[in-house]
């Protein structure tokens, strides 16, 4: 099922389906836009008719408070995680990458929960799991997800704080990008960083145009190596 042209209340898909005595499942991605390291999605269950004030857009936190809501999101729900590696968003573009990421955190998920399912929420992408294998559950899909859905702000923020993590342990394998500082994506310190070290291993090659091209004379393109 597609977005939604009225307005949507916030946890109106929760508050619906609780009801029914089912569960809602939350799905959300982070390092879409981002030049280098995979594409990370999660998908959550809270526990029926419980939720919390901590449940927000993992943007718009700080640090400790993504770190306190993590904690809590571990300790009461259901949750998996789906990760895409670079060389397959090279492959399949970064909106079907997206995709498979969020499929595979959805699965991952529905196969290891015994309780009945009544809908599945996703922050703006279209999400069909006719080939999955999974019963026919409602999937439901509309933007600023995070903002209307407790469940799809649980998923951002394990997928932030998942990614995170690890482009923090891959600035210690790949020194020089700063990849802790701007987790991957195309700030002023990044952009230095590969005209001056070029591309690393975990870089997307596809998304490299704009920053190899930016400032960068035909001499220096030409002795460039995308690995």
Request: net charge positive.
């Amino acid at each position: 099922m597609g977005k939604h042209a009225v307005k949507i209340h916030k946890n109106f898909y929760e508050k619906s389906v609780w009801q029914q005595k089912k569960l809602v499942v939350g799905v959300d991605e982070v390092g879409r836009g981002c030049s280098a390291g995979p594409v990370v999605t999660a998908a959550v269950i809270l526990p029926l008719n419980r939720t919390s004030l901590l449940l927000k857009d993992s943007k718009i936190l700080s640090p400790e408070e993504r770190n306190k809501a993590y904690r809590w999101i571990i300790q009461n729900c259901q949750y998996q995680i789906g990760i895409v590696h670079h060389r397959l968003i090279d492959q399949h573009n970064i909106y079907q990458a997206t995709k498979i990421g969020m499929k595979r955190a959805i699965v991952n998920l529905l196969t290891h929960c015994n309780d009945p399912i009544g809908a599945i929420v996703i922050d703006a992408m279209p999400i069909s799991l006719v080939k999955t294998g999974l019963p026919d559950i409602p999937v439901y899909h509309f933007y600023k997800g995070e903002t209307k859905s407790s469940s799809i702000a649980a998923a951002s923020i394990i997928a932030k704080v998942t990614r995170d993590r690890m482009m923090e342990s891959y600035e210690m394998l790949f020194p020089g990008y700063s990849l802790g500082q701007h987790k991957g994506y195309a700030t002023p310190t990044h952009q230095t960083a590969l005209h001056t070290l070029q591309a690393s291993l975990i870089h997307r090659q596809t998304f490299l145009g704009a920053f190899l091209d930016k400032g960068t004379s035909d001499d220096t393109k030409s002795q460039q190596t995308l690995w």
